[in-house]
């Protein structure tokens, strides 16, 4: 197996994940809070998209998807590209609000197109660049990779769980 392919491979179980996660639910589903200051489907993975569609944007030097594509209308938020949910309090969880599972798949699967074409140009060279000088040691593109992927799988995960606790409510 190859970088591009083993890029390929577990960025495809992300998206999975993401898909999976969301299949059949409604708009109110996803804004569904499990327990006062957790978060919700629709959060979580907006989440993680945003932040696989801001570092991917930094790192093939263009927009971000969100931005070009005009996303945050579909999400009733504002188009702030420097907004991917870190360190939200709750009234600002609870402003992201996805109009249908279509845009949460749709916006992730704009970004997994753009990941998935730089991925399938990655050298073993190339991951040992130095993308990010802010960090003691400085970041590479292997480690910044793994590092958005991993955040993007803890989300899937926690996304589910969620889903589970809504259907375990619904058999009640």
Known sequence: M?????????????QEHVHEVSAGLSPADLLVVPEAGSNPIGWLLWHLTRVQDAHM??????EQV??????AARFGVEADP????????????????P???SAVTGYYDAVAERTR???ATLTPEALDRVVDRSWDPPVTLGVRLVSVLDDDIQHAGQAAYVRGLLERRSER
């Open 2 to 14: 190859d970088v591009p392919e083993l890029f390929e491979d577990l960025m495809s179980r992300v």
């Open 57 to 62: 944007a930094e790192l093939v030097e263009r």
């Open 66 to 71: 969100w931005m070009e594509d005009g996303w």
């Open 82 to 97: 420097s907004d991917v949910g870190f360190g939200h309090t709750p009234e600002q969880v609870a402003r992201v609000r």
């Open 99 to 101: 109009e249908s599972v």
């Open 117 to 119: 074409a730089f991925v």
